[in-house]
């Protein structure tokens, strides 16, 4: 006699074409039951296209008669619901958190990787989308810079291995073009890199999954929400009036109706100049209270305040993160920064239903 643990075990040696997870930790095994010789279980999938249909049944039949030749076997196929777990096409990751900004240079990037190593470094599983693809600057932030991603082909199909950076995993455009080299696409041709990059990479399963964006709100943002649930976005932006009107505009993307991203917190970069010799002086050399004014604006939580640090730039353009560094003026801003995105992520999920794909329909 058979367990339902031996037929688990069995599955997770296959893997799902598109998310390259097993298909039990991927959530589209489930109901399993054993009734004398039959072995019955549901299949969730994220849509009954005929093609990625036939190919998970005929891998799941098989598998189970190549292991247990004395049992036959009945499958269930049903279509997951919107906005469940597993209609997403990275099931495995818990929390997706778009970091964003209206205009570039407020330091968007080095807060999402000195958020991300924080929370790694707070004992989470996190992971760093590069999306920003005319200007990926995180793999030089991470000492990646001349990196290529592996190549694993599961069931035919093609997967990008993230590389790891001090245990977080990451993909970049940065690791497909030289440092040098221009990136000049069109919309399309964006919006297909970052579908690669979500599809199309074998990402281990992970508490909360980073994505730092380009400025603004143009087709990798739109591409980003009509692809996967973002559960949240945290807006980036710096005391200067110019750079909280720009932060206005692109956070009312994701507060749009049809969008419906939660803003769950927003970053105060630069808030003052603190020289290295003298570590309590304070110069507001943007002004005050923008991070305020924008989280009135979204209605949300201002998450934290990064100073300006001179050794903060150093760090990042030798890839060493002020996030893992031993002076507390360097990581404390980062590990608060962290604290609340978590307390703010979990108010967020337990209060509000789960963020689902934009839908594009014609009329």
Same mark, same amino acid.
């Given at each position: ?10 599955l ?28 019955q ?40 619901a ?44 996190v ?10 600057s995180?793999p ?21 291995i ?36 979500? #599809?199309?990479?074998?990402?281990p %399963? !992970?508490?909360?999954? $980073?994505?730092? +964006? ?7 943002? *739109? ?29 009312s993307?994701?507060m749009?109706d ?5 803003i769950?917190?927003?970053?105060e ?8 010799e ?15 004014r924008?989280?009135h604006?979204?209605?949300? #939580?201002?998450?934290?305040?990064? %100073? !300006?640090?001179?050794? $903060?730039?150093? +760090? ?7 996030? *893992? ?19 703010q ?16 329909t014609?009329s």
């Open positions: 006699m058979i367990e339902i643990a031996d037929v688990k075990k069995a997770a040696n296959l893997r799902d074409p598109e998310t390259g997870q097993d298909l039990i930790a991927s959530g589209r095994i489930k109901d399993i039951n054993i009734r004398g010789q039959y072995v279980c549901t299949m969730v999938l994220p849509s009954l296209q005929a093609t990625y249909k036939e190919s998970l049944y005929q891998a799941v039949q098989s598998e189970i008669e190549k292991q247990f030749p004395d049992y036959q076997v009945h499958i269930h196929m049903e279509v997951a919107a906005g469940s777990t597993a209609s997403s096409p990275l099931p495995h990751v818990k929390n997706i958190v778009a970091v964003a900004s209206g205009k570039g240079g407020v330091g968007k990037s080095t807060i999402s990787v000195n958020l991300a190593l924080a929370l790694h470094k707070a004992g989470w599983k992971g760093i989308l590069d999306a920003d693809l005319y200007g990926p995180i030089t932030m991470l000492d990646l810079t001349h990196a290529k991603p592996k190549v694993e082909v599961i069931q035919g199909a093609h997967k990008l993230p590389l790891e950076a001090y245990g977080v995993p990451v993909i970049s455009m940065g690791f497909i073009v030289e440092p040098e080299q221009a990136v000049v696409l069109r919309g399309p041709r964006l919006g297909g890199i970052i579908k690669q990059f979500i #599809t199309d990479c074998l990402w %399963p !992970l508490d909360i999954l $980073v994505v730092d +964006l380009p400025p603004g709100t143009g087709d990798i943002q *739109l591409t980003l929400v009509q692809s996967i649930p973002v559960t949240g976005a945290i807006m980036v932006t710096t005391p200067q009036q110019v750079a909280v009107a720009d932060a206005i505009k692109a956070s993307m994701f749009l049809n969008v419906a991203v939660p769950i917190g927003v970053v970069n630069m808030s003052w100049f603190t020289p290295v003298m570590p309590d002086k304070k110069y507001y050399l943007f002004g005050k209270g923008g991070g305020e924008l989280a604006y979204t209605q949300s #939580t201002l998450l934290g305040k990064v %100073p !300006l640090i001179q050794a $903060v730039q150093e +760090l990042s353009d030798r890839g060493k993160p002020a996030a *893992l560094q031993s002076d507390p003026l360097l990581y404390e801003p980062f590990k608060h920064l962290a604290e609340q995105t978590i307390k992520l979990q108010v967020r999920n337990d209060t509000l239903k789960p963020t689902e794909v934009v839908r594009i014609t």
